[in-house]
């Protein structure tokens, strides 16, 4: 059963990031399943740290691009929008080139806060950082 509130459009979600830090970062989201929201993120002069690495920042604001995304997309616009309250990230694993894969799953939504789980890996599947974001469900300025 999907979590879907309607069809989510990732071509719309993704031309919203056009001025913004996703696009910047060159995050886009790539997939909707029946229960998770899918992305990637390239590990380059954008998103590496001075050490050559992935910078955790990144991984943190890829994380929560797809959380605040997937959230989004399980509730009614006309009556809802959702914005992160709380994220934290373990990193793993450094990454120096290629791409990041993250996958965004809802472990709660509730009336009013939604939590997901974020995973993030490389290009071989090998785990690289492991997310939690806690996400508010709020009535959108119209309803008050």
């Not at 050490?51 to 994380?63: F, I, K, P, R, Y």
């Not at 994220?87 to 080139?97: F, G, L, M």
């Not at 290629?98 to 789980?117: F, H, K, L, N």
């Amino acid at each position: 059963m999907s979590i879907w509130f309607g069809e989510p459009s990732l071509e719309w979600a993704n031309s919203r990031g056009e001025h913004a830090l996703i696009r910047a970062l060159g995050i886009e989201m790539t997939e909707v399943t029946e229960g998770s929201l899918k992305g990637r993120m390239p590990v380059d002069h954008r998103t590496r740290q001075p050490a050559g690495v992935l910078h955790g920042g990144a991984s943190v604001a890829l994380a929560e691009t797809l959380a605040s995304w997937g959230a989004s997309f399980t509730v009614d616009p006309a009556q809802y929008y959702c914005v992160g309250m709380e994220i934290n990230a373990n990193h793993v694993r450094p990454v120096s080139e290629g791409w990041v894969y993250a996958e965004a799953s809802p472990i709660t939504r509730g009336r009013t806060t939604q939590v997901w789980d974020i995973r993030i890996t490389d290009e071989q599947g090998r785990l690289v950082c492991v997310s939690r974001c806690t996400m508010a469900v709020l009535p959108t300025p119209s309803q008050y």
